[in-house]
C-alpha cells in the first residue's frame, strides 16, 4: 500500500478511521522555517464537520500534537512527525457491517487485495485520513508564502447547480464567507437548499471545486513524465471521491479550434517578464509553469453512503439489504476544500524543490 507522497518534500500518513490516532511524518521540510500552529488549527478547523447543516455528526477536536522535527517554533530540517488523536471514534456502530460489503465503497476491494479489511467507518479509506493532508499542507503553504505564492479554491457546482460562468475570484473573503465556501451568495442559498431537501431524502450528491495558484514563477515542473499537471492530477485523484481533474479550459478544448485556444505571448516591460494575452493553457505548458495562474476543477461523487436501503451482498454472496446508518456527508464538496487546497500546496513545495527555481526567503 502507497502511503508516501511527494519526491522531496514528502508525506507518510497513517491510521484508521476509528482507531486510536491518525499521524503523519514530513520529510524535506527546510530548516528555519518558523511554525504558525494558529495557522494550522485554522486550516484543521476549515476542514471539520460542522459548518454546513449537510455535513456529518462525528465531531472531532482535531488537535494536532507535534512530537519531533520543530524546536521552539521553528522546523529543524529532520523528519516532523505529528499525532490527530480520534476522540468521537465509535466503532461499535459498524458491527453490523463486519461481514457486508457497501455499495461503492472499498470495502470489497479492499478485501480483494489485502484479505483483511478495517469494516470501522471504512478504516484506511476513510476520508478522515485528510487530516494529516491538511496538517501537511499547512506547513507547505507557510513556505509557499515565503515566495509569494497563494492557493484559494472554491465550491463552483454541488448537484446540478453551478456558479456563473463570469465569477472571477476578486476578494476571498466571498468564499471564506460562505457555509459552502461558494463565492456567489444566490448560488450558494440553492445549494444549501438543495443539500438540506437531500438530507431529509436520506440521499447524497456530488461537486466540483476549482482552484486557483497565483504567484507561481515560470519553470515548476518536470518535463516528459514529471509534468506539474500530472502531479497535481496525481494529487487530486488521491482524495477521497474525487472522480475527475481538469486545467486550463480541459475538456472544452476537445470542441474548440487552435485559433481559439492559443495563448499569445506579449512582453511586459513594465514588470520585466513574459506574460500570455489569454490563460487558456491554465498556467501550465508543457508540463511547465508559464507564470500566469495556474487554474484547475476537480469533481467529486456523491457519498457512497445514503440513509436508504441499499441491496448489497456479504463475505459469503449471500443477497442482504443494507439499512441506513452512521454519521455521515450528504456532500462532501465544501469540506474538501482545504484538502485541495493542502495537496496543491504539497506538490507546489516538492516541485520547486525539484525544479531549483528559487530559494527559501525568510
Request: hydrophobic share 40%; aromatic share 8%.
Amino acid at each position: 500500500m502507497s502511503n508516501t507522497f511527494g519526491t522531496l518534500f514528502k508525506l507518510t500518513s497513517f491510521g484508521e478511521s476509528h482507531g486510536k490516532a491518525y499521524g503523519g511524518v514530513i520529510d524535506g521540510c527546510p530548516a528555519g522555517l518558523k511554525v504558525d500552529f494558529d495557522f494550522v488549527f485554522s486550516e484543521l478547523n476549515r476542514r471539520k464537520p460542522g459548518k454546513s447543516l449537510s455535513a456529518s455528526a462525528r465531531r472531532e477536536d482535531d488537535e494536532v500534537e507535534f512530537i519531533s522535527g520543530i524546536f521552539e517554533g521553528v522546523t529543524l530540517g529532520t523528519p516532523i512527525a505529528f499525532l490527530i488523536r480520534n476522540k468521537d471514534a465509535k466503532p461499535d456502530e459498524y458491527d453490523s457491517l463486519k461481514n457486508i460489503f457497501r455499495p461503492s465503497h472499498a470495502d470489497y476491494t479492499y478485501m480483494a487485495k489485502y484479505g483483511i479489511r478495517d469494516h470501522r467507518g471504512g478504516g484506511r479509506s476513510s476520508a478522515r485520513e485528510t487530516v494529516v493532508r491538511v496538517v501537511a499542507g499547512a506547513l507547505a503553504k507557510m513556505i509557499l508564502k515565503l515566495q509569494g505564492i497563494h492557493i484559494i479554491a472554491f465550491v463552483s457546482q454541488i448537484g446540478d447547480i453551478c456558479i456563473p460562468d463570469n465569477i472571477v475570484i476578486a476578494d476571498e473573503s466571498l468564499v471564506n464567507q460562505s457555509t459552502l465556501y461558494c463565492p456567489d451568495k444566490e448560488t450558494g442559498a440553492r445549494m444549501e437548499a438543495l443539500l438540506t431537501a437531500l438530507k431529509e431524502k436520506g440521499d447524497s450528491t456530488g461537486g466540483v471545486i476549482n482552484c486557483v495558484i497565483r504567484n507561481v514563477p515560470a519553470g515548476v515542473g518536470e518535463p516528459v513524465f514529471g509534468k506539474l499537471q500530472s502531479a497535481l492530477a496525481h494529487a487530486m485523484l488521491s482524495i477521497n471521491a474525487a472522480k475527475g481533474f481538469e486545467y486550463g479550459l480541459g475538456f472544452k478544448m476537445a470542441s474548440m479550434m487552435g485559433s481559439e485556444v492559443n495563448d499569445e505571448f506579449v512582453s511586459d516591460k513594465s514588470g520585466g517578464r513574459i506574460k500570455t494575452k489569454t490563460n487558456f493553457s491554465g498556467g501550465i505548458q508543457g508540463g511547465i509553469s508559464n507564470g500566469e495562474e495556474i487554474f484547475f476543477r476537480v469533481a467529486f461523487k456523491p457519498v457512497p453512503t445514503i440513509m436508504k436501503e441499499q441491496s448489497t451482498i456479504d463475505t459469503e454472496g449471500n443477497s442482504v439489504i443494507l439499512k441506513p446508518g452512521g454519521r455521515h456527508d450528504v456532500c462532501v464538496v465544501p469540506r474538501a476544500i482545504p484538502v485541495v487546497e493542502a495537496m496543491a500546496a504539497l506538490v507546489l513545495v516538492d516541485q520547486i524543490l525539484l525544479s531549483s527555481v528559487g530559494r527559501l526567503k525568510q
